[in-house]
């Protein structure tokens, strides 16, 4: 009577054992497709943010090269008018590392003249009968100032 109680109790633990373990078995099934799911959503929530990066990126690049051309374009036009400035004698014209090939600038003379750069627009300084003998074209007015055209801002 005891193997028989024995065996009873052996077969009842096994059946509680496989319906606790269809019910573990069960109850990991759904949540390894909860987490399917949840891993599918976020990996769409993922994607979706990854293509709004990409899109921040596109337009950031964008951004930096309308930033670049608008830099260039300022170099050059800055570049241009400090050349202008050279030209007309505004400002100095800075040393140069090939400076021994270029020709050598002109010093000013040791009087009283001013000797500015040449505009064609201005009277020549002969001091003849178009001017006196500091080179103004006008009697009495001083020496002649480089005129500065369109100069709204200048650094010296």
């Known amino acids: 009577a005891l193997l028989g109680s024995e065996a009873k109790i052996g077969k009842m633990e096994r059946e509680i054992l496989h319906h606790d373990l269809s019910g573990v078995e069960e109850t990991l099934g759904k949540v390894v497709e909860r987490l399917k799911v949840l891993e599918i959503e ?4 993922l994607r979706k943010k990854l293509a ?34 050279v030209r007309k004698g505004a400002v100095p014209k800075p040393p140069s590392d090939d400076e021994g090939s270029e020709r050598p600038r002109k010093m000013p003379k040791k009087s009283d003249e001013y000797e500015g750069p040449f505009d064609p627009r201005r009277p020549r300084r ?15 007015a001083g020496p ?10 200048v650094t010296f």
């Open 52 to 85: 709004e990066k990409e899109v921040l990126l596109d337009l950031t690049c964008v951004e930096l090269d309308k930033a670049e051309k608008r830099l260039s374009e300022s170099i050059w036009w800055n570049e241009r008018f400090y050349l202008e400035m």
């Open 144 to 153: 002649t100032v480089p005129e500065l055209t369109g100069c709204t801002y």
């Open 42 to 45: 976020e990996n769409a929530t």
């Open 126 to 140: 002969s001091g003849g009968a178009d001017g006196n003998a500091d080179g103004t074209g006008v009697e009495g």
